[in-house]
């Protein structure tokens, strides 16, 4: 009776009565070394690389971007409304709800909203506004959280100082006077 199990990492094979240790062919060692590659070099194939020059001067790599609605902690949807500005709201049917989510990266995201052509964004005063090109003020960290909420922060400032967030009323909060305790800063990705 001849039967095969497989361990799901691949690197023990037993058939029958014969224990088998798995090696990688001979050509596959001498074409690639693997000691001074990183993963991503070993993966390059396998992800469609965009890359787009910001107003800032640098050039950020696009790795995803996938439509998400954003759920505050307080039962509001994060939307741009059509004049621009940037708040909080109950209606799930409104288009403007849509975010894409464009993720640079491990943790960088912009949130961009397709029904006004516009991305959320933190000036240099604190005051979330909307704006139609991709800048620093636009990228934000995503740190996830062990309750399976996360938190956007501003990435030109140091972790956790300068967050997103909405006040009970729905209306946005000044990101200088936030800070990583408050209930207000949590967000879920739906």
Avoid: C
């Amino acid at each position: 009776m001849k039967f095969i199990i497989a361990i799901v990492l691949g690197t023990l094979i037993f058939q029958g009565s014969t224990l088998q240790l798995w090696r990688p062919r001979d050509e596959d060692v001498k074409t690639r070394n693997f000691e001074s590659s990183t993963l991503e070099d070993n993966f390059e194939h396998t992800r469609e690389k965009r890359f787009i020059r910001s107003t800032s001067g640098g050039t950020e790599q696009l790795t995803n971007v996938r439509t998400v609605r954003i759920f505050h902690k307080y039962k509001y949807f994060l939307q741009i409304s059509n004049d621009g500005k940037v708040k909080g709201t109950r209606d799930t049917v409104n288009g403007n709800v849509l975010f894409q989510m464009e993720t640079y990266g491990t943790s960088l995201v912009r949130l961009y909203n397709k029904a006004t052509k516009r991305y959320v964004a933190i000036n240099k005063r604190g005051t979330v506004i909307s704006e139609t090109n991709r800048t620093r003020n636009s990228l934000f960290h995503e740190y996830s959280l062990k309750s399976g909420y996360v938190r956007f922060s501003l990435a030109k400032y140091p972790r956790d100082t300068w967050l997103l967030t909405l006040k009970r009323n729905g209306k946005v909060k000044n990101a200088k006077r936030t800070n990583p305790g408050m209930k207000s800063t949590t967000f879920l990705i739906i």
